[in-house]
C-alpha cells in the first residue's frame, strides 16, 4: 500500500502558513487557484531532454506554458488545461499531466494589475489558440544554444536600431506571428498580440505593451517617460515596436519569463504539494530546496 507524505515532512522551514498551505496537488487543481492566462515553468529532474534545454538558454526552466481553461471560469469542464508549443507543434494539454509528475518542478507566475481583466485574459489565450497549427522551432532553441549572451544582446540591439529606418519608409499593419515558436516565444507573443490588439480597440493605453515584453533588453528600447509623447506619437511607437519584432520576441526563453518582474511568482509545485510564494526570493528558496 502507498504511504502518503505528511506535508509538515516534505515542507522546508517557513513555508507554510495559516491558511493551510502547503496543499496537495489534487486539491489544488480542484479548487480556484488557477487564473486564464497564468504562466506556467517547468524543469523534470533525470531528463536528457529537460537539461539540454536549460543548458541550451541557459535557465532554471527547460518549458513554458500558458493556462488556457480553468474550470471555475469556464462550464462543463472537470480538468485544466494548458496551451504550449512542444516537439509536435502547439496544442493544449491537461496541466494534471504536469503536476502529478514527482520529476516535475513547476512555477506558476501571473500577470497582475486591474487592466488585466477577464476579457484581456481571454484575448490572450485566443491569440495564442490562432497559433495552434504552428509548429516547434528548433533552429530557435539551437541558435540560442550556441549563441552566447552578449553576441545574442548585440544582434537584438541591431535588430531593432536597423529597423528604425526601415520603418520609416513604410508601415506594417498586421500582427502576423510566426510559422514556428519555442514554447516561451509563444507565451510572449500571445501577450504582447493580444496587448497590442486591445490598444488599437482603444481599451489599453499604448504604454501597456511594456508590461507585457519579459525580455528586458527588448523592453530597454521602448520609452521610460511615455508622457513627453503625444497620444499619437505614443501609438506609432508602440505599433513600432509590436510590428516590426516579432522573430526577435520570438526567442523569449523560459528563463525570460522567470525573472521578469512584470510577472509575479504564485506557486510552486514540486513532490506532490503545492506552495503559495510571495517573492522572486521565495520563489527561488522553493526551486532550490531539496527534501531530506
Given at each position: 500500500?502507498?504511504?502518503?507524505?505528511?506535508?509538515?515532512?516534505?515542507?522546508?522551514?517557513?513555508?507554510?502558513?495559516?491558511?493551510?498551505?502547503?496543499?496537495?496537488?489534487?486539491?489544488?487543481?480542484?479548487?480556484?487557484?488557477?487564473?486564464?492566462?497564468?504562466?506556467?515553468?517547468?524543469?523534470?529532474?533525470?531528463?536528457?531532454?529537460?537539461?539540454?534545454?536549460?543548458w541550451a538558454t541557459r535557465g532554471t526552466f527547460?518549458?513554458?506554458?500558458?493556462?488556457?481553461?480553468?474550470?471555475?471560469?469556464?462550464?462543463?469542464?472537470?480538468?485544466?488545461?494548458?496551451?504550449?508549443?512542444?516537439?509536435?507543434?502547439?496544442?493544449?494539454?491537461?496541466?494534471?499531466?504536469?503536476?502529478?509528475?514527482?520529476?516535475?518542478?513547476?512555477?506558476?507566475?501571473?500577470?497582475?494589475?486591474?487592466?488585466?481583466?477577464?476579457?484581456?485574459?481571454?484575448?490572450?489565450?485566443?491569440?495564442?489558440?490562432?497559433s495552434i497549427q504552428s509548429s516547434y522551432s528548433?533552429?530557435?532553441?539551437?541558435?540560442?544554444?550556441?549563441?552566447?549572451?552578449?553576441?545574442?544582446?548585440?544582434?537584438?540591439?541591431?535588430?531593432?536600431?536597423?529597423?528604425?529606418?526601415?520603418?520609416?519608409?513604410?508601415?506594417?499593419?498586421?500582427?502576423?506571428?510566426?510559422?514556428?515558436?519555442?514554447?516561451?516565444?509563444?507565451?510572449?507573443?500571445?501577450?504582447?498580440?493580444?496587448?497590442?490588439?486591445?490598444?488599437?480597440?482603444?481599451?489599453?493605453?499604448?504604454?501597456?505593451?511594456?508590461?507585457?515584453?519579459?525580455?528586458?533588453?527588448?523592453?530597454?528600447?521602448?520609452?521610460?517617460?511615455?508622457?513627453?509623447?503625444?497620444?499619437?506619437?505614443?501609438?506609432?511607437?508602440?505599433?513600432?515596436?509590436?510590428?516590426?519584432?516579432?522573430?526577435?520576441?520570438?526567442?523569449?526563453?523560459?528563463?525570460?519569463?522567470?525573472?521578469?518582474?512584470?510577472?509575479?511568482?504564485?506557486?510552486?509545485?514540486?513532490?506532490?504539494?503545492?506552495?503559495?510564494?510571495?517573492?522572486?526570493?521565495?520563489?527561488?528558496?522553493?526551486?532550490?530546496?531539496?527534501?531530506?
Amino acid at each position: 500500500m502507498d504511504t502518503v507524505q505528511d506535508a509538515s515532512q516534505v515542507t522546508p522551514t517557513g513555508t507554510g502558513d495559516s491558511d493551510g498551505w502547503p496543499i496537495p496537488v489534487a486539491e489544488f487543481l480542484s479548487g480556484t487557484h488557477l487564473n486564464r492566462a497564468d504562466v506556467i515553468l517547468t524543469r523534470k529532474h533525470w531528463d536528457l531532454r529537460s537539461w539540454l534545454i536549460r543548458w541550451a538558454t541557459r535557465g532554471t526552466f527547460s518549458h513554458s506554458a500558458m493556462v488556457f481553461l480553468v474550470p471555475h471560469q469556464e462550464n462543463g469542464f472537470n480538468n485544466t488545461f494548458v496551451i504550449e508549443s512542444a516537439s509536435k507543434g502547439v496544442d493544449l494539454k491537461n496541466l494534471a499531466s504536469y503536476l502529478n509528475d514527482k520529476r516535475q518542478v513547476v512555477g506558476i507566475k501571473r500577470l497582475n494589475g486591474s487592466w488585466f481583466d477577464e476579457r484581456a485574459q481571454s484575448l490572450v489565450r485566443g491569440r495564442m489558440l490562432n497559433s495552434i497549427q504552428s509548429s516547434y522551432s528548433y533552429a530557435t532553441l539551437l541558435r540560442l544554444g550556441l549563441a552566447f549572451f552578449n553576441e545574442l544582446a548585440f544582434g537584438i540591439k541591431a535588430r531593432i536600431w536597423g529597423a528604425r529606418s526601415a520603418i520609416q519608409g513604410r508601415r506594417r499593419r498586421t500582427l502576423e506571428p510566426p510559422s514556428a515558436f519555442i514554447c516561451s516565444g509563444l507565451v510572449q507573443l500571445g501577450y504582447l498580440n493580444a496587448v497590442a490588439e486591445q490598444v488599437a480597440m482603444g481599451y489599453l493605453l499604448p504604454q501597456r505593451v511594456g508590461e507585457v515584453v519579459f525580455q528586458k533588453d527588448v523592453a530597454s528600447f521602448l520609452p521610460k517617460d511615455w508622457s513627453q509623447f503625444s497620444d499619437a506619437e505614443q501609438y506609432e511607437i508602440m505599433w513600432d515596436f509590436v510590428a516590426g519584432f516579432q522573430d526577435v520576441l520570438e526567442a523569449v526563453t523560459p528563463e525570460d519569463l522567470a525573472v521578469s518582474s512584470h510577472l509575479e511568482w504564485v506557486y510552486v509545485i514540486r513532490d506532490g504539494f503545492a506552495y503559495k510564494v510571495n517573492s522572486q526570493e521565495h520563489a527561488h528558496e522553493m526551486l532550490a530546496w531539496q527534501p531530506t
